[in-house]
């Protein structure tokens, strides 16, 4: 269409009416509603109109009705693909925070399945006919697991420290080592929750030393607790002291406060055969006589996202009863799922049900072993000009767990003579499903350490993809069609 000549172009505009009749448009109306696809046929239309009216003198613009039909299906298709999308990890990042950290077990997944489509109990004592507290569901299996007096959950870590500071620390000073204020993951800073819960900061010792002796000489008519963060994203070398857990307990139990430990992670597994040492594990904690313990359930527990606070119920109590816990308050999914997650520990599964648990104590030889295996079915479908090849490195647990441990891995790293890594690297993002890669100098790096083995397909044909000539993107592998939407 010769848009110089801009009356007859806007007289070429197909109507909306005849837009509608088109095989591909109706079959949408049958599955959407027709307002729903009129107001897409009217915001393309009138994207038409402004491009006529700009448009240099002799410059073609495509008004046939076929045409302007796939643009409005491509353009539906985009408009209703979920924000929320499956991502395919191959950084080797296990608990990759912008990534959701922990991926859900199978029992986790049912639950979550199971409960989200009925009603269930979540507030009623099925054996007294009566209301009843939703926490009352987890405690008893936290207090199996955990070794715990009293537990409680609330919708995060953050919140945990929160409600334990609001509750027991309000107006009273909580007494906090130099070395623990920590800031983890931009907006959570202890000093700042701290002031908003109303408790004063009272700092001890220096960056890298404090002593029992710190805290003895900071105690007291004011103080409420003593405070202990593991400083779980960064590591202290050199000059440095910490008192062990159980010298704080001792003193805290003869001054009569409570001991409180934010321990991050909530380790319920020994990680160290694996190579992960220094995670503070729950149970020690609380056999050295803390009272209070919080952790995050979505870390290297390998549950939903959940703070858990477990310890003395003198304090779990208070804590319950604070108004602002209706404000924290969990919901039934996260209590079925977190449910199921504990109960894999329960049942001593966890290496084998807990997806980050194991990919965690996935050996590097097994990797290894699966990595060559990919590698084959991959080269055989690679184009000329692109090399994959097979290069020791090291995963990381992330999400502000050990910044120190490296678990030996195996790498695939893909070249390409004609596209760049950067280029690899973002096709393979923008793809259906994402496919989440680390990129070094010119390499593009992949980690089948967090690739789910039934992903491994689409691993492979997203790489195909992403390396292949074409400088457009090719929409995703399984494109949204209203077939799938039944
Ligand atoms: C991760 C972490 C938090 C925050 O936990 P969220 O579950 O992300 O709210 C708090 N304290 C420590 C020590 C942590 O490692």
New binding site residues.
């Given amino acids: 269409m010769n848009a110089s000549n801009s009356e007859s172009a806007y007289r070429q505009i197909p109507a909306v009416d005849q837009l509608l009749l088109r095989t591909a448009i109706a079959s949408w109306v049958e599955c959407t509603s027709r307002e729903f696809v009129v107001s897409e046929i009217q915001t393309l239309l009138d994207q038409v109109r402004d491009r006529i009216r700009s448009a240099e003198p002799g410059y073609d613009i495509d008004l046939r009705p076929e045409y302007l039909e796939s643009v409005i299906i491509e353009n539906i298709k985009n408009r209703l693909r979920p924000r929320l999308r499956t991502v395919v990890n191959a950084s080797g990042v296990i608990l990759h925070t912008n990534l959701g950290r922990a991926p859900l077990s199978k029992q986790a997944q049912d639950s979550l399945s199971a409960h989200s489509a009925h009603y269930t109990n979540l507030e009623y004592d099925i054996d007294a006919g009566k209301r009843s507290h939703r926490d009352k569901l987890i405690e008893p299996m936290l207090q199996e697991v955990l070794g715990c007096e009293a537990a409680t959950v609330v919708n995060?870590?953050?919140?945990a420290?929160f409600m334990i500071l609001n509750t027991l620390g309000a107006g009273k000073e909580v007494i906090v080592s130099r070395g623990e204020l920590?800031e983890?993951?931009g907006s959570?800073r202890i000093p700042d929750i701290m002031s908003r819960s109303g408790a004063i900061l009272r700092e001890v010792g220096t960056t890298n030393k404090t002593r029992v002796q710190d805290y003895q000489d900071a105690i007291g008519s004011d103080t409420a607790m003593l405070l202990r963060?593991?400083p779980?994203?960064f590591r202290m070398r050199g000059f440095t002291e910490r008192p062990e857990l159980g010298e704080i307990a001792a003193l805290a139990r003869s001054a009569g406060l409570a001991l409180v430990e934010?321990?991050?992670?909530g380790c319920l597994h020994d990680l160290r055969p694996y190579g992960i040492p220094g995670e503070p594990v729950v149970y020690d904690s609380l056999t050295a006589g803390v009272d209070l313990i919080c952790f995050?359930g979505?870390?290297l527990l390998g549950g939903p996202?959940a703070?858990i606070i477990a310890g003395a119920r003198k304090f779990i109590d208070p804590i319950r009863r604070n108004p602002l816990m209706r404000t924290y308050r969990v919901d039934k999914l996260i209590y079925g799922a977190l449910e199921a997650t504990l109960d894999s520990y329960r049942r001593g599964r966890a290496d084998s049900e807990i997806p980050i648990v194991r990919m965690i104590a996935m050996t590097s030889g097994k990797i290894k072993e699966r990595t060559r295996r990919f590698l084959r079915r991959l080269r055989s479908r690679l184009p000329e000009g692109t090399r994959a090849g097979l290069s020791e490195g090291y995963s990381v647990v992330g999400g502000?767990s050990c910044p120190d441990c490296h678990l030996a891995t195996a790498l695939i790293t893909i070249v390409s003579d004609s596209v760049s890594s950067n280029t690899i690297e973002s096709r393979l993002r923008l793809q259906d499903p994402t496919i989440v890669v680390r990129q070094e100098e010119d390499r593009v790096l992949v980690d089948l350490r967090t690739v789910f083995p039934d992903q491994e397909i689409i691993l492979i044909e997203g790489i195909m993809r992403a390396v292949g000539g074409s400088t457009t993107l090719i929409p995703g592998s399984q494109p949204l069609t209203p077939e799938s939407d039944q």
């Fill in positions: 995060n870590n953050a919140a420290v920590v983890i993951g959570f963060v593991h779980s994203n934010d321990i991050g992670s995050s979505d870390k996202q703070g502000g």
